[in-house]
């Protein structure tokens, strides 16, 4: 049987990362430091899956343009299929990644051609390649189900997954703007919810981690919130604390999206899903003691990191 590999129909775009001391007040100013721009979002998952070996396909939109290039260019380079045509409308979006001294980051993000995904551009995704017993794991982001984005296309595609494939959806920062109808049609076809601890608790009302675990297990088959150093809450049958690490981090950015990459790389391999989120919870911890969004480690990187690691 073929290996599984990681589809991610999410939105690759550019990050450009400004380092600040703090978010400026409003209609006030601070001065910016160590600029650049990398491509980010559905990218960092894609790289730290394909580091965990597992191979990685792009199905979401691109575009003609600038941007788009250094998309495609950063794909190739990491070993990344790209499944889809770039779109001749638009050029690929970008965001502005605003990280303070403390190491959190803030979004201001701006859509392009990952944003119009079409059911033709959908369809010809094929799940498990050419294999009749083949299985795919699907990263949904919650920016493609946005109605500004792609929900009305994204959601019935998401239906016609068959059994067999895993589908995770990752709501993001806007997932409390996701149509309610959007969320519950994907709900019913999707095997995983991956969020962090901020946007469980705004999704849920909860006022703490379990509670928001217990909450969105009435209507997703199997949670994960992460906690940051603390590690993640698995909730399958019951919620399951999953440890994580002390590292001093330096840069937050990516990281949500390293755990997930590996989260869904271990289950790829055949782990169980605890052991999977450990493998996701050393990734992440390691990516936040680098600079950049793509900083997933290797195989190799984590293994060595979890023999000789201390649990918190």
Do not use: K
Not at 139 to 155: E, F, P, Q
Not at 199 to 216: H, I, M, R, Y
Not at 243 to 268: Q, S, Y
């Amino acid at each position: 049987m073929r290996a599984p590999r990681l589809v991610s129909v999410g939105n690759v775009i550019i990050d450009v990362t400004l380092r600040i001391p703090a978010l400026p007040e409003r209609g006030g100013d601070v001065v910016a430091r160590d600029t650049g721009s990398t491509p980010g979002g559905a990218f960092n998952i894609l790289v730290a899956a394909v580091r965990q070996g597992v191979a990685s396909a792009y199905g979401g939109g691109h575009g003609i343009g600038p941007l788009g290039d250094r998309v495609r260019s950063a794909l190739e380079a990491e070993g990344i299929d790209v499944l889809l045509d770039p779109s001749p409308n638009a050029d690929t979006g970008f965001d502005i990644a605003l990280i303070d001294d403390e190491g959190e980051r803030t979004f201001l993000t701006v859509f392009g051609a990952e944003a119009s995904l079409s059911s033709p551009h959908l369809a010809s995704i094929r799940l498990g390649g050419n294999d009749p017993n083949g299985y795919d794991l699907v990263h949904v982001s919650g920016y493609g189900l946005l109605a500004s984005t792609n929900a009305g296309v994204l959601a019935p595609w998401i239906s016609t997954i068959a059994p067999g494939h895993t589908v995770l959806v990752d709501p993001g920062p806007l997932g409390s703007d996701i149509p309610g109808e959007v969320l519950a049609s994907v709900a019913v076809r999707a095997d995983w919810f991956s969020c962090n601890l901020r946007e469980a608790l705004v999704l849920t009302g909860a006022v703490d981690a379990s509670g928001a675990a217990t909450a969105l297990r009435e209507t997703w088959r199997a949670v994960i919130i992460r906690l940051g150093p603390e590690g993640c809450l698995v909730a399958v049958d019951d919620v399951v604390h999953v440890p994580g690490f002390a590292v001093e981090a330096i840069d937050t950015n990516g990281a949500g999206d390293a755990h997930t990459g590996a989260f869904l790389a271990g289950l790829a391999a055949g782990e169980s899903p605890t052991a999977a989120a450990l493998r996701a919870n050393a990734c992440a911890a390691l990516a936040v003691t680098r600079r950049g969004p793509a900083t997933a480690p290797t195989a190799a990187e984590v293994q060595q990191f979890l023999d000789s690691a201390s649990y918190g």
